[in-house]
């Protein structure tokens, strides 16, 4: 009787594969590190039985059946284990992404001269007297003139000036022939038109690329006596803050947003603070009041001390997101449902127009986005747009934090690459994750927004009087009274 000879080398080699890429997967699934424990050595487990079954199925090369049966369950599993791996490291990458603190600023210095100047070139203008700020981005400035002496070959001619109004006045006045000006603060002036035809007066005659270090210590502590949470390492105390980083770093710039988020693991219990950009508070490092927003023209560092001063915590830890991030967040949790307090449209830069209607709407990405901008349509103009802000982020919240959502952890954290970034670590970030995954519950999600009174005081950034809102201190208390409710451990509640 003559017998089938098994094809042993084939099987030990499909088997062997199905133990590489079992491991392999495993190895991706610990480093995003999502799943809780007990899930993680479930699917270890369910695994590892699965190649022994499909092993028991091949070795019966005589069973046909079984044998065709095997070959295919191999080839789909192996199949699906080189895709989720391909997944998983797609979201090990977005990770290391968005969590790699930036340790560079890059800021562009631009050379204005008037229009009607002779000089094309830099060199044109190598004997000119150029016009600085003395005290505002200083640090900036003195590297700009380094590099500027650098490719001249010899020492510049410099006046200083103690704002941005005056320094591009004095371009204007003829005081000097040139002016060193980030693109940040010109833009400052230029949007809030103090100047007329300012954009048709001057004209940029080259621009410098400038490299500063992040501070290692990503905020100074605050000036002022701190409120500290009983244990630490289950409270998260974050700034949110949202910038349009359009064709600059995400890092500087003035936000939109600024919520501070206080949360605690333990009670489920989350206090968002929102601070309006209008707020006229003294920065942190240079003791001179200002528009909140305008503390992000110095870094992000700048507006997290200065909000911690004002708030009496340490807030060291951020999540900073740009306009396209917002939406790919949006998008992401399938869009949020808010309660619109009255009828309103707005439009966007590129003239598309968003029609709200009063009571629950639903809402994707784009139409968020426009919905948290929004304030010329309110009469309370930018503390409307504070408390539209603080709608959308408890709704991705409430979403974020829903069992169906956190299985597609990683599809999340893929939408938002290049526009999001954080020094949290990220084994915080999916601890939480895992505990919500293994014990489910509600949070508790509260919303509080500080007020003031609409004034006109002088800018520190900007060098004239411009509209702000003068902080009510004792809705600041109140903020101050609920973030220590969620330090200690209580059940927050609005006063």
């Known amino acids: ?63 046909c059946f079984r044998c065709i049966l095997g070959l295919i369950l191999s080839v789909v599993y192996c199949g699906a284990l080189v895709a989720g791996g391909f997944y998983l490291q797609r979201t090990v990458k977005t990770v290391e992404s968005i969590t790699a603190v930036p340790t560079i600023h890059v800021s562009s210095m631009n050379i204005f001269v008037r229009t009607d100047d002779p000089a094309q070139s830099l060199k044109d203008a190598e004997n000119y007297t150029f016009g600085i700020l003395l005290i505002q981005d200083r640090d900036v400035t003195d590297k700009a003139l380094d590099q500027l002496e650098s490719d001249l070959g010899h020492g510049v001619s410099v006046m200083g000036y103690e704002s941005p109004v005056a320094l591009v006045n004095a371009l204007l006045n003829e005081n000097v022939d040139a002016i060193l000006f980030n693109t940040l603060f010109f833009k400052l002036v230029e949007t809030n038109a103090s100047i007329p035809d300012m954009s048709s007066s001057l004209r940029a005659l080259t621009v410098l690329e400038v490299k500063t270090e992040v501070p290692v210590d990503v905020t100074p502590a605050p000036t002022v006596e701190v409120i ?19 064709g ?24 968002l603070v929102t601070t309006p950009r209008d707020y ?75 029609e709200y209607e009063k009571g629950r709407i639903h809402l994707a990405g784009p139409a968020a986005l426009m919905y948290v901008r929004e304030r010329s ?6 503390f409307a747009r504070g408390r539209h802000q603080m709608q959308v982020i408890k709704a991705i919240l409430d979403k974020a934090m829903s069992t169906e959502l956190l299985t597609h952890f990683s599809d999340l954290m893929a939408s938002i690459e290049g526009n999001f970034v954080t020094n949290m670590p990220y084994e915080i970030m999916t601890s939480v994750v895992q505990d919500q995954l293994d014990n489910g519950g509600s949070w508790n999600i509260v919303q509080y927004s500080v007020t003031g009174y609409v004034d006109w005081k002088y800018s520190f950034s900007y060098g004239d009087d411009l509209s702000v809102v003068t902080p009510d201190y004792a809705s600041v208390d109140v903020a101050i009274d609920l973030i220590r409710q969620v330090f200690e451990g209580e059940v927050v509640r609005l006063p």
Not at 228 to 246: F, K, M, N
């Open 228 to 246: 500290e949470p009983e244990t630490e390492d289950r409270i998260l105390t974050v700034y949110i803050s949202g910038v349009d980083a359009v």
């Open 248 to 271: 600059g770093s995400i890092m500087v710039g003035g936000g939109d947003v600024n919520i501070i988020a206080v949360v605690n693991v333990d009670t489920r219990q989350v206090l």
């Open 1 to 63: 009787m003559k017998h089938t000879k098994r094809p042993v080398l084939p099987i030990v080699l499909l088997i062997t594969s199905c133990l590489v890429l079992t491991g392999l997967f495993l190895f991706l699934l610990k480093k995003v590190n999502v799943l809780p424990s007990r899930y993680f050595m479930a699917a270890c487990l369910g695994m590892i039985v699965f190649v022994l079954v499909l092993f028991l199925l091949l070795r019966r090369f005589r069973n």
């Open 280 to 354: 006229y508070v003294p920065f942190a490092s240079y003791g001179m009041p200002d528009k909140l927003t305008h503390a992000g023209y110095y870094g992000i560092e700048e507006s997290m001390a200065t909000l911690g001063n004002l708030y009496g915590i340490n807030l060291d830890t951020y999540f900073r997101v740009d306009f396209g991030g917002f939406e790919d967040i949006v998008d992401a949790v399938g869009g949020v449902d808010v309660d619109c307090e009255q009828y309103f449209t707005s439009m966007n830069d590129q003239g598309e127009v968003f």
């Open 377 to 382: 349509a309110f009469s309370d103009g930018d």
